[in-house]
């Protein structure tokens, strides 16, 4: 493998590494505090003014999205407001209950429409943001493991067959043992 793309997967492991962490602690947190990412976007196609509601919430071992956009009519006299972001923490009240066995369970998309608004809402488990996160570099620690398995003595260079019943070939894929330089006096 070239350098370069040696370089980029060791990147993009080291990146998906530290982003399963952090889903980890989002996830612990998201029991005890409410952290919500929320905007409003205003756009004018043609001669009607759409307003997009946004929210990304971290809440009780999910994550939910949530978009909503509402045609507000035509573009007429008043302009409407700029676009507006914002963060919002909130912490749970004490004693406040929690199911987390159905958190650990709920994928859901809901989505819904009337005449002037259609809302799309995704729920996703951290658990399941966490494991896609870190397949990264959980392949490629099975891989490593898998690799200095085979490097072992009196295994097979090729596959890792215990070649200790028959020194001579590999019985798994047909391959001959390296034999090692021996230096006589």
């Given at each position: 493998?070239?350098?370069?793309?040696?370089?980029?997967?060791?990147?993009?492991?080291?990146?998906?590494?530290?982003?399963?962490?952090?889903?980890?602690?989002?996830?612990?947190?998201?029991?005890?505090?409410?952290?919500?990412?929320?905007?409003?976007?205003?756009?004018?196609?043609?001669?009607?003014?759409?307003?997009?509601?946004?929210?990304?919430?971290?809440?009780?071992?999910?994550?939910?999205?949530?978009?909503?956009a509402v045609w507000a009519g035509q573009a007429g006299g008043d302009p409407p407001e700029a676009s507006q972001w914002g963060w919002q923490r909130s912490r749970r009240p004490p004693g406040?209950?929690?199911?987390?066995?159905?958190?650990?369970?709920?994928?859901?998309?809901?989505?819904?429409?009337?005449?002037?608004?259609?809302?799309?809402?995704?729920?996703?488990?951290?658990?399941?943001?966490?494991?896609a996160a870190g397949l990264l570099p959980g392949g490629r620690l099975l891989l490593r493991h898998r690799r200095s398995r085979r490097k072992t003595p009196g295994r097979c260079h090729l596959c890792g067959y215990d070649l200790r019943a028959t020194p001579d070939r590999c019985p798994e894929c047909g391959a001959i043992p390296k034999i090692p330089d021996t230096i006589s006096n």
């Open positions: 493998m070239c350098r370069f793309l040696r370089i980029l997967l060791n990147a993009a492991t080291v990146l998906s590494l530290v982003l399963s962490m952090v889903v980890v602690v989002l996830w612990m947190r998201s029991y005890v505090i409410v952290d919500n990412l929320h905007g409003v976007r205003v756009q004018r196609p043609g001669n009607t003014v759409v307003r997009n509601f946004f929210e990304l919430k971290s809440d009780r071992g999910d994550v939910v999205w949530f978009r909503r406040s209950p929690v199911d987390v066995v159905r958190n650990l369970r709920e994928f859901r998309w809901d989505s819904w429409s009337s005449g002037t608004q259609w809302t799309r809402v995704v729920t996703v488990p951290h658990w399941l943001l966490m494991v």
